[in-house]
């Protein structure tokens, strides 16, 4: 590393903290609830709840880590984190897996499938 490159890359932390955050100072009386330093990116939120996108996820306003699994008809398994649980046509007994979108609210009628889910076997 040259002598110019090794106090440049300092010089961009701090530019880019100083940029991205700011510090509270407000007497405590006037404090607002969680003052301190505030981040550039607001933190993710599940209905009231905040959590961590990288441990966890969440599902209709609840947060489940991201390797919990549920079943989808009798003998199926998915991950609510990342796909969704779908009738394969109304009023069926049987069940396709599908990936849920990144960035939409997905849907099961505009998913791709990931996994055609057995019928149970019938003895």
């Not at 990116?41 to 699994?69: F, H, K, S, W």
């Not at 609510?80 to 009628?109: A, I, T, W």
């Amino acid at each position: 590393m040259t002598p110019q490159s090794s106090i440049l890359v300092p010089v961009c932390i701090a530019l880019f903290f100083l940029q991205c955050s700011q510090v509270v100072t407000v007497s405590p009386p006037d404090a607002p609830v969680g003052s301190g330093l505030w981040l550039c990116q607001p933190a993710p939120r599940c209905g009231d709840q905040i959590y961590n996108p990288l441990e966890q996820c969440c599902d209709y306003d609840t947060v489940l880590p991201l390797n919990r699994t549920r079943l989808c008809g009798p003998n199926c398994t998915f991950w609510p984190c990342m796909e969704l649980c779908c009738p394969d046509s109304f009023g069926s007994q049987k069940f396709v897996v599908k990936l849920k979108v990144l960035g939409d609210k997905s849907q099961c009628f505009s998913s791709p499938i990931s996994t055609n889910c057995p019928r149970k076997r019938e003895t």
